[in-house]
């Protein structure tokens, strides 16, 4: 046992991480892990923190979040969103740049971080690939990457100029930082709001075809294969897309992906109710869709769950579906949406897939996103980032009960199975028994 009292000690849990699955408690002072064991007897003095019959896990990353600061604080702020995340079992998140102004300089990546000082998550910055976000001219990816940003993307919108993109590649592979991109060809794409098939054509809605995402999933492979760039997908949506990235992994491209909890459970007979809450970018998709992306998390060819959490105010998601702006809320609920999913029908998940499934979440994410104080292993001299995860816990989603500012959840009414019971952050507890601290 190391000297000196210890902080905090997580007792009774199930250790998953990426070194295996085994029963043990975690001890920590200050922000670094200094014991792990079985059977570990909490010093006098500390702070205990129950975990029996719970997952114990590196704290979660999220690839992919919208905090909407600076320019949209009416629908979320980084206070708001750390603390969802929190709730969520998260311990970073990546910001999106997609902001007002953008993230495309040196001085808003230094606002963002000051505003992120007292979060309660880390917060990774992504910088945009171009000036504005407007897909014209790039922006100072240099400067940016000086600062630390080593995610770029102009989510929201895709780089449609494939000539631009290339050079953003040849950059981006200079630099050493990862493009992520929003695969979505505008011109195909039309004016689509929800997804082109017999719910469009019965709804009278427009529809964006699949054709759409994985005409510039394929434009990027071959980008990634020229230049020897690191490319990651955002939120793929379609079977197309998914079987595109296999055979670019297959090939030994550089190339990852992530998926969204609700384009692996929700398909688009949704919309019938003409509902916004339902309407996202890309579209939900049809039952071979969802199929395809739950069979490419099994097999490896999708590296991580984001979120994609997108808050609107709920005056905006009040609009007619199409003019009311496309997104959902996720941070609370990805977690239990996806063991929902996946794994609550396993009576007893066996040791990989466990494994499995929480790198979805944890060390691959983390891994994406070169956030090198996240993603685990649960081991000595750690930085004490950690999510406890009660996997038999059930619960109902309530919109009002959001941290966000935002309601726009899509699993608002549904019942859940598994819930996040504490998350620590750097040794501080976040959340104790699914209450935010602060």
Not at 16 to 44: F, H, K, M, N, Q
Not at 278 to 292: H, M, T
Request: glycine fraction near 10%; charged fraction near 20%; hydrophobic fraction near 40%.
């Amino acid at each position: 046992m190391a000297e000196g009292p210890l902080k905090l000690c997580v007792m009774g849990g199930t250790l998953v991480d990426s070194t295996g699955v085994r029963r043990g408690d975690v001890c920590i002072t200050g922000d670094v892990i200094v014991e792990v064991g079985a059977d570990l007897e909490p010093p006098a003095g500390s702070t205990v923190l129950d975990a029996s019959g719970c997952l114990v896990t590196p704290g979660l990353v999220d690839l992919h979040t919208h905090l909407r600061q600076p320019g949209a604080e009416e629908a979320e702020t980084v206070e708001t969103g750390s603390r969802a995340a929190a709730l969520g079992g998260y311990t970073a998140v990546v910001a999106m740049p997609n902001t007002d102004p953008p993230v495309d300089n040196g001085a808003v990546v230094a606002e963002v971080l000051e505003l992120s000082k007292n979060a309660l998550v880390e917060v990774g910055v992504a910088g945009a690939i171009t000036v504005g976000r407007a897909g014209e001219r790039l922006s100072l990816m240099r400067e940016l990457a000086a600062l630390g940003v080593k995610l770029f993307t102009d989510d929201g919108n895709g780089v449609q100029d494939g000539g631009l993109m290339r050079r953003a590649c040849e950059y981006a592979a200079g630099l050493g930082v990862t493009l992520a991109q929003h695969c979505e060809d505008e011109r195909i794409a039309g004016y689509g709001v929800m997804n082109e098939g017999v719910w469009s054509s019965k709804l009278g809605l427009r529809g964006t075809p699949a054709a759409a995402e994985d005409t510039m999933v394929a434009r990027d492979i071959s980008l990634a294969r020229l230049t020897g760039a690191k490319v990651h997908f955002m939120h793929l949506s379609c079977a197309s897309s998914v079987e595109l990235v296999r055979l670019a992994k297959a090939e030994g491209l550089s190339v990852t992906a992530e998926v969204t909890p609700h384009h692996m459970v929700l398909t688009d007979d949704l919309v019938r109710d003409y509902d916004p809450v339902f309407k996202v970018n890309p579209p939900l998709r049809g039952v071979d869709d969802v199929a395809a992306i739950r069979r490419g998390l099994r097999d490896g060819t999708i590296d991580a769950i984001a979120t994609d959490h997108a808050p609107h105010s709920p005056e905006s998601k009040q609009l007619p579906f199409d003019d009311a702006p496309p997104g959902m809320i996720g941070l609370q609920t990805a977690l239990a949406v996806s063991y929902d999913t996946l794994l609550s029908n396993e009576n007893h998940p066996s040791f990989s897939q466990l494994q499995e499934f929480f790198a979805l979440f944890t060390s691959r994410p983390a891994r994406i996103a070169g956030l090198s104080a996240q993603g685990g292993p649960l081991s000595k001299g750690s930085i004490a980032n950690i999510c406890v995860f009660d996997p038999d816990e059930r619960w109902t989603v309530e919109s009002d009960s959001q941290a966000s500012r935002s309601r726009n959840t899509p699993f608002a009414g549904r019942s859940l199975k598994g819930r996040v019971r504490h998350c620590i952050l750097r040794g501080e507890p976040t959340v104790v028994d699914a209450v935010a601290l602060r």
